[in-house]
């Protein structure tokens, strides 16, 4: 039996995340064509191809435990605005990453994402009964960074040379991270920010 029980819906006020399905494409791959979205990422998912691949593997590996891909969706207008998933998903250890998130840059600091984080966390800890939660982004990343430590997680440092982007680069990742004990001080944060 799979520790994350499909189908999981979280719903806030202004978000929604429901389970990545292939109706969603079309509205992810109009998202996607942004290239701002993803000059830090490991993939170009503005090229529709690589995006379509990268999104059907999650699908798969939700079937296998290995990742659970959410869409992300716009409670007030109904749109399609990203996708994020949980990934390094290790049931034994009581722990997983949240990744791979990426938006329609017009919902950047706007609260979207603090929102979104809150729905994810609080599965993770509340219903996962996680001890840990991790959150890695490049450590050129500043927007990313400023984000993951606005919704109160802890750098514990840089793993070095740690994947190839995109484009060629090689990538220094910055590793964040919530524990179990202070996720009680976290969610006040996050609900306090709303």
Request: aromatic share 10%; charged share 25%; net charge positive.
């Amino acid at each position: 039996m799979s520790w994350i029980q499909h189908p999981v819906i979280l719903e806030g006020e202004r978000v929604k995340l429901v389970p990545l399905e292939n109706a969603h494409f079309p509205g992810l791959l109009e998202v996607g064509k942004q290239e701002a979205i993803w000059e830090f990422v490991s993939i170009n998912g503005a090229d529709p191809e690589r995006l379509t691949l990268h999104l059907k593997s999650a699908i798969l590996k939700r079937g296998t435990g290995e990742q659970y891909p959410f869409t992300v969706i716009d409670k007030l207008t109904g749109k399609i605005i990203g996708s994020t998933l949980y990934h390094n998903i290790f049931p034994e250890h009581k722990k997983l990453e949240i990744g791979w998130t990426w938006y329609d840059p017009a919902y950047w600091r706007t609260g979207y994402n603090r929102e979104c984080k809150l729905l994810l966390l609080t599965h993770c800890f509340e219903t996962l009964k996680a001890i840990r939660v991790q959150l890695v982004t490049d450590e050129k990343n500043v927007r990313s960074s400023t984000a993951i430590l606005g919704i109160g997680a802890t750098f514990e440092g840089i793993l070095r040379n740690e994947r190839i982007r995109a484009n060629g680069v090689i990538r220094n990742t910055a590793m964040y991270s919530i524990i179990a004990e202070e996720w009680g001080t976290v969610k006040e944060r996050l609900l306090a920010a709303r």
